[in-house]
Structures are given as C-alpha cells and as structure tokens.
C-alpha cells in the first residue's frame, strides 16, 4: 500500500542563511534512513519558512518486505559422522533455532562451507521505524550553532516548539527536545485567526496554512516577491537595483511576504551609491531603486511578513531605523576622509590578521613584494609602480570607521577614499576589485592591476594557512581557504593570465620564512594537491567531462589557464576516429613500460641500429619528425595543432603494434624498443595523460 508521509518541525525563526542548507540535511538523511530500511517509495519533497521544516513522502509503501536470513552454524565437515548421519553438532544448531537436522543446507562462505538455515524475518511496519528512527535523524543534523534550551540536552539551531509527524493520517508518536509529535501545526505569529490546526493530510494542511497566512513553499514566495518588487518599483516610475542574494535571504525572512516603499532624505545621496546599497541590503535587508539612468534614488522597498493592513506604520519605521543608519554612515564618510589612506599604513600594525601569520601590517608587505613579483612574472613591469601603491594601500581601510561598521565594504571603501584624496585611477581600481570574487558566481576584477592584486592577496593567505600546517580538514575551513583558492584560480581563468602557481607559491612561501612552520617540499605538495581539487572542481563546473580532466590536471595544473586551454582542445578533438585510436595505444604504451621494469632516462636516445624492422624504422623516423613541431605548437599554446600532428602518427603506431614485438628476447633491441615507446609516451605527456580519455570503443 502506498502512503503519504509528512514531518513538520516547528521552531523559533531560524536564520536564513541556515534554512535552505538544514533542509537539504533533513531531506537528504530521510531518504538514507528509508533506502536503509528498504522502504520504497515515489518522491520528496521539502519546503521550509523562517518558522517550520517540512517534508512531504508520496508512495511510501507501508511495511518492509519480508527477507530471508541465512545463519550459519559449524563447518559442514563436522556436521555429519562417517555414516552420513548428523552430528552432536549440527543437531544442536538445528534444535536451537527450531529445525531438525534435515532442514539444513551447506553455505559457502569466505572461510569455507557450513551447515545453515534459511530463516524468513518478516518485514516491520514503515510507522514502527519512522518513530524509531527520527529523534535519532534530528538529532545528527549538524549546524555552524547549536542552541541548547531544555532538559534533555538536545541541541538544535533555534528551539523546536512543536512537531507535527503524519503516515496516513496517523500520527507516528516519538519525542525529541520535550516536545511530543502530534496531529497540529500553526499558522502565522501574528497574522494567523486559528491558535491550532489540526491536519488529517497534506492537502488540508495546505489549506490551512494559506488560510492562516503562511506560504510554506519558498518557490511560492519568492514568485510573490518578485512580483511585488516590481510593482511597486513599476508603480514608483524607478527601476530595480537587481539583487538576487538579497531576494534569496528575504524568502526565507519571512512567511506571508508583502512590499512597502520607503524613502530617505535626497540629502545623503552625497554618499557613494556602494555605501548606500549596503547600508540597505546588509542592515537592513532593502532593495534599492534608481531611474532609468542607472542614478540611484532616495526610495527603497522592504520585504515585510505582513498582509499589508499596517502597511503605513511599517513604513514609517522602516524609516526612521534608516534615517539613523545613513546618518551613522555620512558620519564616518567625513570623519574617515580627513586621514589620508598613506596615513592609515603604519596603524595596521594594531589589527591581527592571523594569531601565526602576524599583523595586517606584515600582510601589507608581503602584499607590496608578492604583487610586484607577480607584475614580473606576467610580463608587465610597466604597472610596478601601480602594483606597489596599490598593495601598500590596500588594506588601509580596514582601519577606517566605515569599514568597522560595514565589513563588507572592505576594500571597496579604499578605492572609494583613495578616489577622493586623488590616488591615480588604476590605483584605486585595484584596491576596489581586490576582494573580488567572494565566489565562483562574483565577478572577477575587470582591470589587470586589480587582478594581480587579488590573486597576492589570496595566494598569500592560502599559503600562509598551509605554511603553519593550518589546512581545511574536513567540513571544517575556518579560514575559507577554499573559498579563496577557487576565486584565485577564477582570476587566473577569467582574466587568461599565464602563472607559474608553483613560482608564485615558492615566492609567498619564502615571505613567511620566519613564520613557516613546515618543510617548503612537503607544504608544496599539500598545497598542490589542494589546487588540483579546486581546479577539478572548476571544470566540471564548466561542463567537461571527468575524463578530460583528468587528462590535463595532473600534468598541467601549474599554469591552470594553460590547463583550460589544452582542455578545450581535448574536447574538441576527443571525436575523432585518429586521437580515440591512439588514445587506446598510448593506454598500451604506459602498460608496455610499466612492465618492462627498464628504467630510462629522459634524454635516452634510441639507437638506429638496433630498429630492425621497417614498421619501428617508420615510426622513429616520424616521432623525431615530429617532436621538435609538437613541441613549438606547446610553446605557443596551439594545442588543437600539437593534437592532431600527434594524431597523425597514429598509421605508423598501429603498423607497429601489429607487426613488432616489443618483448624482443635480443636484451638491446627490447631496450631499443621500450626507448622509442617511452620517447612517444614523453612526447604524449607533454601534452596531455591521453590515457585517461575513455573511448567509445571500450
């Protein structure tokens, strides 16, 4: 029989930033928990508000199906006497499960065969094991904070107060935080006209809560959202300042969502249009509005959990609550300004950056000598004038009022005051876009200077972390490194910029040389193996397949825009019928080699009087050919060239194959042999591991 299952986990508000990741948990860990106890069933669905988790199970079937269980007993060898009759033994195991030494079986097993039984173990009820199982499910949800407000211990991101568990319209009784489920939910705080509802299924619950004024499904508010935005932003004569991070949050800030519109005084338009926006969106979570000329407006929305019958006095103290913020904000504008940013270097020395790693002031010089090492290494000394400017000024801000009011102008605030105090505009530019990309879907800074600045500020923290041996270990990243390795080689990608990652790591490491506490060798590798997993991530992000990535990132991953390009090109040429022919042969190669147990230097040469028959001949002659072309098509980052010049050779390999033995029992002419393979497999190398390419013919 199949079933409706529905869990509601009634809380305090939960932050909204926690909402839509408890979810996932939730949903993911009761799918588990049913694929564990073999109970089939059609979908799930979640949806959550600020106030409830809710998880919706359609086609549960009702039981367990029944299994059969095999217990074994002695070995079968001791089982039955020389006359075929059984044992002591064997009659004892029968006996004790209820059998009679005619109902066993031999069973193999790893360790032999025995004598067994067949016991049917008839299936629980679906009912039985959700009550079991979900305090143990509530309780393994993990939270960055936990709160911890009864008796019993139980830990939970806010304080449940109810929980309603339905499996046919039954309620499926078990206790978690005092708290014992039932049949009831409710409705709105404030807005609801029922104190309890009772719910029989899915459908009335539905119902009743769109009457109480709450929509659970987070889809359906935001679709609500949006619309109501843009009325009222429509009905203004102003157009929206598109916000989606923002519009994500405030789904989840509320449960029965309508817009007011507010404004502010014309006056503190003076103010840079990034600090009013942020003043808005992170304090107080407003969207802002600008004319059809992109210039901003002193009108804002606010996304309340209200049916707009008080709309007058929510806006009224929407507000007053901003008029004192933007306020505080030209505050600390005028003040902030009269320091000059040059002023503001040596005050870093005060802020810690890390407990191991020093002052803001040290980052600051190491800033300064890893951005001009960089401009260097990327050709550009032309910009070390700028590099060093910006570098030396790029974290001024932090001692700034403004910035200790609004973190997340960081940066932006520095390019804002530089601009103000007359800093040259690439100066200035840099020290904007420094930050960015927070993540993959930011974006990258648009003007090199910026990106060089960025790519030292965030090499030198990723550096610094793994020099003291402070690694992400497991979920655990306290200081977003990988964050930070991700949006680094974003930078590189987004921008094209050819950089040594193990030159500009061995420069970064060395600043820290009194502060390092690891071997350079050993925080190399640490540090290489963490890239490639951020690189690899990035890529199948942007839609290629696993196997070509594991074809270049092995080999090439120290110049990762390098390694996008040689991507590009493998899956351009991956199709064709030569590259997938030789793709298997190279295969062949590395397992000829691998068993050869020859070991070779690179530059072993292979001996012409040794190749004895014309299809090894050919091939030589084509591969020294070759190489010197394969080589400058590498050099010059022609790689679908360098592809098909080494699809090219592909006659010559296959004659090879077929014609010669490598094996040859003549110990010079094998040598000969697995010299002129390995001189291919390093020719092939130097491109891409084509051995990783699954082709279609296997």
């Not at 939960?14 to 993911?28: F, I, N």
């Not at 299936?123 to 039985?128: A, C, I, L, T, Y």
């Not at 507000?319 to 300004?337: C, H, M, P, Y």
């Not at 899956?571 to 030569?578: E, K, M, N, V």
Request: charged share 30%; aromatic share 8%; net charge neutral.
């Amino acid at each position: 029989m199949a079933l409706e299952f529905m869990l509601e986990i009634g809380c305090e508000e939960l932050p909204a930033r926690y909402v839509e990741s408890t979810l996932d948990q939730l949903q993911s860990r009761l799918s588990e928990t049913l694929r564990d106890h073999r109970l089939e069933l059609d979908s799930i669905e979640s949806f959550a508000t600020p106030r409830r988790l809710i998880l919706v199970v359609r086609g549960l079937v009702d039981k367990q199906p029944d299994r059969v269980e095999i217990i074994t007993g002695p070995p079968f060898a001791a089982g039955f006497d020389s006359d075929g009759q059984p044992t002591a033994a064997a009659r004892g195991f029968a006996a004790k499960h209820g059998h009679v030494p005619e109902q066993l079986q031999g069973f193999e097993t790893e360790k032999g065969k025995y004598l067994a039984l067949q016991k049917k173990v008839a299936g629980r009820d679906s009912k039985e094991i959700l009550a079991a199982e979900l305090p143990v499910l509530l309780r393994s949800l993990e939270f960055p904070k936990n709160m911890h407000w009864e008796e019993s211990g139980f830990l939970f991101v806010r304080p449940i107060r109810w929980i309603l568990c339905l499996l046919a319209g039954e309620v499926v009784s078990f206790r978690v935080a005092g708290i014992e489920a039932s049949n009831y939910t409710f409705g709105h705080r404030i807005l609801a006209s029922d104190k309890r509802i009772e719910v029989n299924n899915f459908q009335s619950y539905e119902s009743c809560l769109l009457n109480n004024k709450v929509k659970f499904d987070p889809q359906d508010r935001r679709t609500t959202i949006e619309a109501k935005l843009l009325s009222h932003a429509t009905a203004a004569g102003l157009r929206l300042v598109s916000d989606k991070k923002l519009l994500q949050h405030v789904v989840f800030l509320n449960e029965f969502p309508s817009v007011v519109t507010g404004r502010f005084a014309p006056e503190f338009l003076r103010l840079p249009r990034e600090v009013l926006v942020t003043v808005m969106r992170e304090h107080q979570k407003y969207f802002s509005l600008e004319d059809h000329d992109a210039r901003l407006q002193p009108r804002f929305l606010a996304v309340v959990d209200s049916d707009g019958s008080a709309s007058d006095k929510i806006r009224m103290g929407h507000e007053r609550v901003l008029r004192a913020r933007l306020t505080d904000a030209s505050f600390f504008w005028d003040v902030d300004r009269k320091v000059k940013l040059e002023d503001r270097v040596r005050p870093l020395e005060r802020i810690l950056f890390q407990q191991k790693l020093g002052t803001m002031l040290e980052k600051t010089q190491r800033l300064v000598a890893l951005a001009e090492f960089l401009g260097r290494l990327l050709g550009r000394n032309e910009m070390a004038g700028d590099l060093r400017q910006a570098a030396r000024l790029a974290k001024t801000d932090l001692a700034t009022e403004m910035v200790k009011e609004f973190t997340d102008l960081q940066g932006v605030m520095g390019g804002l005051y530089g601009r103000a105090e007359g800093v040259t505009e690439a100066v200035c530019d840099a020290i904007y876009e420094h930050y960015r990309p927070a993540t993959l879907e930011d974006e990258s800074p648009k003007t090199w200077a910026g990106a060089v600045l960025s790519i030292a500020d965030k090499l030198d923290s990723v550096v610094g972390a793994f020099s003291v041996g402070q690694m992400p270990t497991g979920s655990k990243d306290p200081l977003a490194l990988r964050r930070q390795t991700l949006a680094l080689l974003k930078v590189l990608l987004d921008q094209q910029l050819s950089l040594s990652l193990e030159k500009a790591f061995r420069k970064s490491l060395a600043l820290f040389r009194k502060k390092a506490a690891r071997v350079p060798d050993e925080t190399w590798r640490d540090f290489a193996a963490f890239v490639k997993e951020r690189l690899r991530f990035i890529f199948k992000e942007l839609g290629f397949r696993y196997d070509e990535i594991n074809a270049v990132v092995e080999n090439s991953f120290d110049n990762p825009f390098d390694c996008l390009n040689r991507l590009k090109a493998i899956a351009t040429f991956r199709g064709s019928t030569d590259f997938e022919s030789l793709a298997q042969s190279f295969k062949r190669i590395k397992n000829i080699l691998l068993k050869s147990g020859e070991e070779l230097s690179p530059d072993q040469k292979i001996d012409p009087a040794l190749l004895e028959q014309e299809e090894e001949q050919q091939l030589a002659a084509r591969l020294a050919k070759l190489q010197p072309k394969v080589q400058r098509a590498c050099r010059s980052s022609r790689y679908s060239i360098a592809f098909e010049l080494m699809a090219s050779l592909r006659p010559e390999v296959d004659r090879f194959f077929d014609r010669v033995l490598v094996m040859s029992e003549n110990p010079a002419v094998r040598r000969n042999r697995i010299c002129l393979l390995n001189g291919l497999m390093r020719t092939f190398l130097g491109l891409a591991d084509v051995s990783e390419i699954v082709v279609t013919q296997e």
